[in-house]
Nanobody, 116 residues
Framework: QVQFVESGGGLVQPGGSLRLSCVAS????????MTWYRQAPGKERELVAA????????SYADSVKGRFTISRDNAKNTVYLQMNSVKPEDTAVYYC?????????WGQGTQVTVSS
């Protein structure tokens, strides 16, 4: 069955860095686009960053552009989100998502808290 193991979340001070990882199994990872979403308390889930199946295209929300980097290693079935210069407003649960229409799979989420 489809499984995700997300890791790397935690408490970080403003201006610090974190790297999130999402290890996938149970589907053809290398054929799926991968996306990181986040959801803050009381807010809707929003797209943070996306990467194509072959990593030849990426896109970012304006709020994270220049600070976050999405990457993937298809040999390891893993997608990453490098988060630099984090801000308190980056506090949220971060989810990885795999998409190859019409199929969509979600990870369980990892909490990121930015606070001094």
């Amino acid at each position: 069955q489809v499984q995700f193991v997300e890791s790397g979340g935690g408490l970080v001070q403003p201006g610090g860095s974190l790297r999130l990882s999402c290890v996938a199994s149970g589907f053809a990872f290398s054929t799926y686009a991968m996306t990181w979403y986040r959801q803050a308390p009381g807010k809707e889930r929003e797209l943070v960053a996306a990467i194509s199946s072959r990593a030849d295209s990426t896109s970012y929300a304006d709020s994270v552009k220049g600070r976050f980097t999405i990457s993937r290693d298809n040999a390891k079935n893993t997608v990453y989100l490098q988060m630099n210069s984090v801000k308190p407003e980056d506090t949220a649960v971060y989810y990885c998502n795999a998409a190859r229409v019409p199929k969509f799979y979600w990870g369980q989420g990892t909490q990121v808290t930015v606070s001094s």
